[in-house]
C-alpha cells in the first residue's frame, strides 16, 4: 500500500483538452494525485462506477468546499438519508411522467418561438442564440421561476459555476456570484407568496409545499440552475456540432437507422458536459493499493471514464451507432442526475429535432473549440441556417 502517485498537469492545456492527460492517467496511475488541483483522481469507469455507491467513505459532506458555502447546503452535499429526502421532495417536478406531460409541450413553445425569431438571420451562433436561451427557458418553467427571463437565468447559472470553481480566491467572480445568488433569492421572495396560494409542479411550489425549510429550498434552487442550465446548452449546441461534423450519422437519424436520443447520449458520452463530480474522503480507504486518507478530496471524473478503453472501443471517436449504456455522463450513484428525464427530453425530442426539421440545410460557418474539464462544452457554434 502507497500514496497515490503524483501526476502533474499543465491547468491550461488540462482546461482546454483533458482527454490526453487523462488517457495518460488511465494507463499509468488510474488513482492518481494531481498537485494543481490538490485532489486525488479516479479515472477508471469501473472504479467511480463502484466508489460512488460506497457513500460511507467517498462522502458528499463537504461542509467548508466552495458549493456549500457561497450556495448554501444542497442535496448534492448531503449523504444517505438526509439527501434522500430532499430528493424524493424534488421529484414531483422532474419526474418523467412531469416532464413528459406538462414540461415537453413548454419546451417544444420555446423553441417554436426561437427558432422562428432565427429564421429571419442569414448565420447565427448556436451556443448564445439557440441552445442558451432554449435552456434558460426550459429550467424557468422547471424550476417555476418564471419571472426571470432565460438571460438571467445564464447569468446566475454561469455565476454560481465560477464561484464554485474559483479555487484561486479571484474577488470579480466571488462578487459575481454573490450576485447570482442574490438574484435567486429576490426571485424566490418575490413568488412565495404566489406558490403558497397556487401550488404547481414547478420545484420552488414543489419544495415549498413539501414542507422543506426555506433555506434548503433555496439551495436547492440553486443547485438546479447551477446543474441545469449550462449542460442542456452546451450538449444542445454541441450534438448539433458533432452532427453537421459527420453528415453520414446525421443522415442514419433521417433514414430511421439511429435516433435522436442516441446522438445526445454519445455527445454526452464523449464530450462530457460534466466531467468530474468532488467527494470527501470520509475515513482512511485503500483503492488498487493506493491509500486515500481521512478529509482528502477525491474527483470522480466521468469524463475519463466515458472515454475508458476498457469498456469503449475507439473511446476519441464520436459514434451514434455505438452501445452507450456503460457511459456515467449522468453520474453513477445515489446522485445520479435529477434532470435527466428532463434532459433527454429537452434535448433528444425537441432541440434537436425541431432545429434539424426547421433548417434541414444547416451547415457550420467556422471552427469550433471546445473548452473546459469540470464542466465543459463549445463556446460558440457558428452555423449558416
Ligand atoms: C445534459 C444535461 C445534464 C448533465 C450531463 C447532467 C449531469 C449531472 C451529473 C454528472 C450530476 C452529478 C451526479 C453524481 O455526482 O453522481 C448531476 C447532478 C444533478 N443534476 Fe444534472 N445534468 C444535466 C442536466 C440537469 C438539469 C436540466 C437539471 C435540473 C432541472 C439537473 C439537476 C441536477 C441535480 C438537482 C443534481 C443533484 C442530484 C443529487 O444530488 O441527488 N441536471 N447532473
Known amino acids: 500500500m502507497s500514496a497515490p502517485p503524483n501526476f502533474d498537469i499543465d491547468p491550461l492545456a488540462f482546461k482546454q483538452d483533458p482527454y490526453p492527460a487523462l488517457a495518460q492517467m488511465r494507463s499509468q496511475a488510474p488513482v492518481c ?134 479555487y484561486g480566491g479571484d474577488a470579480q467572480i466571488e462578487a459575481r456570484c454573490h450576485e447570482a445568488t442574490t438574484l435567486i433569492d429576490n426571485t424566490i421572495d418575490e413568488l412565495l407568496p404566489q406558490v403558497s396560494d397556487n401550488a404547481d409542479l414547478g420545484m420552488l411550489s414543489v419544495l415549498t409545499q413539501s414542507g422543506q425549510s426555506l433555506e434548503s429550498v433555496r439551495a436547492n434552487i440553486k443547485l438546479a440552475i447551477s446543474g441545469g442550465q449550462n449542460e442542456p446548452r452546451d450538449a444542445i449546441a454541441g450534438t448539433i456540432h458533432a452532427l453537421l461534423n459527420n453528415p453520414d450519422q446525421l443522415a442514419m437519424i433521417g433514414s430511421g437507422e439511429a435516433t435522436w436520443l442516441q446522438a445526445f447520449e454519445e455527445y454526452a458520452r464523449w464530450m462530457s458536459p460534466i466531467g468530474m463530480s468532488p467527494r470527501r474522503i470520509a475515513s482512511p480507504f485503500t483503492w488498487r493499493g493506493v491509500e486515500l486518507e481521512e478529509d482528502s478530496r477525491a474527483f470522480l471524473m466521468f469524463g475519463s471514464a466515458n472515454r475508458d478503453e476498457d469498456i469503449f472501443d475507439d473511446p476519441d471517436t464520436f459514434d451514434i451507432t455505438r452501445d452507450t449504456s456503460k457511459a456515467i455522463s449522468f453520474g453513477a450513484g445515489p446522485h445520479f442526475c435529477a434532470g435527466a428525464a428532463a434532459s433527454r427530453t429537452l434535448i433528444a425530442e425537441v432541440a434537436l429535432p425541431m432545429i434539424f426539421e426547421r433548417f434541414p440545410n444547416m451547415q457550420l460557418a467556422g471552427n469550433v473549440v471546445y473548452d473546459g474539464w469540470a464542466f465543459r462544452g463549445p463556446a460558440s457554434v457558428p452555423v449558416r441556417l
Open 33 to 166: 494525485f494531481v498537485p494543481q488541483l490538490n485532489a486525488t483522481l479516479l479515472t477508471k469507469r469501473d472504479d467511480i462506477f463502484t466508489c460512488e455507491k460506497n457513500i460511507d467513505i467517498f462522502s458528499s459532506q463537504q461542509p467548508g468546499g466552495l458549493m456549500t458555502v457561497l450556495m448554501g447546503e444542497n442535496m448534492m452535499r448531503k449523504d444517505g438519508e438526509a439527501h434522500l429526502t430532499e430528493r424524493k421532495q424534488m421529484f414531483p417536478s422532474v419526474s418523467p411522467r412531469t416532464v413528459r406531460d406538462h414540461w415537453k409541450a413548454a419546451f417544444k413553445g420555446s423553441a417554436l418561438e426561437i427558432l422562428d425569431g432565427l429564421a429571419k438571420h442569414d448565420e447565427i451562433d448556436l451556443c448564445t442564440q439557440y441552445a442558451m436561451p432554449l435552456s434558460g427557458h426550459a429550467l424557468r418553467v422547471i424550476t417555476g421561476l418564471t419571472n426571470l427571463t432565460a438571460a438571467q437565468m445564464d447569468f446566475a447559472s454561469q455565476g454560481m459555476i465560477d464561484g464554485v470553481g474559483n
